[in-house]
Every structure is written in C-alpha cells, then in structure tokens.
C-alpha cells in the first residue's frame, strides 16, 4: 500500500457495473454506487446497479484490493418510506463497506437494525460545523461526514480537532453551489426533486434550440443561458444560469465550471482530510478511468510531498465543463 493509500483515500464514481470496473482498475479505493431507485441522488436511466450486480461489484471490488460504498442519500417519501429502509437492507445483506446516509429517520434505522455497517454522512445533510457533525456522529454512529462543499482549507483544518470522525471532501467534478440537501430549483421548473426523486435537470426536460441570438439552452421550456457562437454550451442546470440584472448578463450562483482541487490535494492533505471525493456517476467509463488515473498520480505524488505532475493535471483540465476549472470554497473569498 503506497503512502498515498495510508493518508488520503481516494473515493471515485460508479454508474454502471463497466464504470465500477474502470474506477478500480485505475487505481480507486473506494468505488461509490447507487441502487436503481430513487434511493439515491442520481437516480437516472440507464444508470445504477440491480441487487444483484451491486453484490457482484463488491466481490469484483474486494478482490482487487478496493471497497465499495453504496449511497442511499435522498429523503424518503412522505407516506411510502419503505424503498429506502429495504436499501439499507439490501446494502448490508449484500456486505457493502458503507452506506452514505442523509435523512435522520434512516440513519436511525441503520444504526438500530444493523449495527456493524458502517455509517457515513452524505453531503445531502449538509453538516458542516462541529455541533451538526457531532451530533450525527454521537446519535447515529456516523463513522465520516462528506463535507459541503462551502468550506474553505483553513475553515476544514480548524473543524478537524473539534470533531471526532473521518472527513471526506469533494475533489473533482459538477459543482453544487445551492446548500446541498436544500435544493428547490429543479423542482420548481421540472417538478422534479433532486433531494427526493435523486434527480436534478433530468435530460427529459432539457432542449438546446438555434436563435437568431444564439444557442439557446432551456429546461422544461424555461430558457437558462444563450450561447454566443465562441462559447461552450453548458448542460441546462438552473443555478448556473446565465440571468440578466438591468443592463448586465452574468452567473448569480456559480459559473458553469468543473470543480479541480488537483493542485491543492497537499493544502488538503495537512488540513486533515480523510478522503477525495470525485463526482460523477452519470459519467462513461473511459471518463472516469482517466479522472482515476489522474488523480491517483496526484494523490501518490502528494504523499512523496512532490508536486502534482503537470500533465496529469493537463489532462485533468481537458476534461472539466467548458475546459475551466475551478477551486471553488477551497480557496474562495465570498462576496
């Protein structure tokens, strides 16, 4: 095990049994992954994993050294609660390593019924002070917490000594910029919740249509940004539209870019992070093969206190949103 391994786990996506595979055999850890419901936030078509093929996964996974996590992290539905109990079952019938849990009656549930699997915090609760984090962590268990991604390297390395569990924060991917676990945007224009259905734009509402003024993108008839010609047209997400305020055009929430802490996994590392999260389950697998591959370089390089190779972090460049990339909160002074 290389000393990268020992310090800084590296937690990598999985949508389908082909992308698990992949995530592995590039040097993942951990794999994260959802069942096909909508137990989990990404719940989408034609991604995630039958009972069965999770169980196979994780035999695939603990065969070659890695663990699999499996997230069960949107909120049950008021009135029919029980898929998301029988997830937590199935999860450790089928000998998950972790559950990553968001909703307070599940955890509780989990803690109760099955006292040896382990439980971790999804970003979904959005704890992100000692007091919440203790909190879950005395009540229920909760062995990590995956924190929000709204807290900058010093504000991480000042939580560490006050809590008492591993920390896990976000590395590369879509960024959030809405208070996690608190979204209505989606829901507001699609009908559709990213915290209870596990979906947020779904492609079954998004249009891209050729005006006179542009590339226009729209979400369920509601247009979200107008692309100029030298522009990359962005995927339709309501919180990184384009608004205008009087006489200007500009990013409210967040700029349509893709999170990137490759060249500040040290500053993370001496924070006292426990583990690297890479998002994107909706992603192929020749994505996150090279995503993996990348950051294991990064990570292991971290370790021998050597800086991130550069053309690992090239690579990692041309495959962000847009080709642009950002540290987010990590190093981000709020207006």
């Not at 995630?48 to 996974?61: Q, T, V």
Request: net charge neutral.
């Amino acid at each position: 095990m290389t000393d990268a391994r020992r310090t800084l786990e590296l937690v990598c996506p999985a949508g389908t049994p082909a992308g698990l595979k992949a995530a592995v055999e590039a040097g993942a850890d951990v794999v994260y992954i959802g069942f096909r419901d909508e137990t989990n936030a990404r719940n989408f078509p034609g991604l995630n994993f039958s009972r069965d093929e999770a169980r196979e996964a994780i035999a695939f996974a603990h065969g070659r050294g890695a663990e699999v996590y499996i997230a069960i992290n949107t909120y049950p539905r008021a009135g029919d609660d029980r898929p998301w109990p029988a997830a937590v079952d199935d999860a450790a019938r089928i000998r998950a390593d972790a559950v990553i849990l968001a909703d307070i009656g599940l955890l509780d549930y989990a803690a109760r019924t099955h006292p040896d699997l382990r439980r971790h915090l999804s970003v979904q609760a959005s704890a992100s002070h000692a007091q919440s984090i203790n909190f879950y962590a005395r009540n229920f268990g909760v062995r990590r917490v995956v924190l929000p991604r709204v807290l900058t390297v010093p504000e991480i390395a000042a939580l560490m000594p006050a809590i008492d569990v591993e920390t896990e924060v976000f590395a590369f991917g879509g960024m959030c910029p809405m208070a996690e676990g608190r979204c209505s945007l989606s829901s507001y224009v699609t009908g559709q919740s990213p915290n209870m259905n596990g979906v947020c734009s779904p492609a079954a509402f998004v249009r891209y249509e050729e005006r006179r003024e542009g590339l226009v993108s729209l979400l369920n008839g509601s247009v979200i940004n107008v692309f100029e010609k030298h522009e990359a047209a962005g995927y339709p997400t309501l919180c990184k539209g384009r608004f205008r305020v009087g006489d200007s055009a500009g990013y409210l929430f967040e700029e349509p870019t893709s999170l990137s802490v490759a060249e500040i996994v040290k500053d993370l590392m001496t924070a006292g992070v426990t583990a690297l999260k890479i998002e994107g389950r909706q992603r192929g697998k020749a994505y996150i093969a090279e995503v993996v591959s990348a950051f294991r370089k990064v990570v292991d390089a971290a370790a021998r206190d050597l800086p991130p190779p550069a053309g690992e972090v090239a690579k990692l460049r041309r495959l962000t949103e847009g080709q642009t990339e950002t540290t987010g909160a990590y190093k981000k002074n709020w207006r």
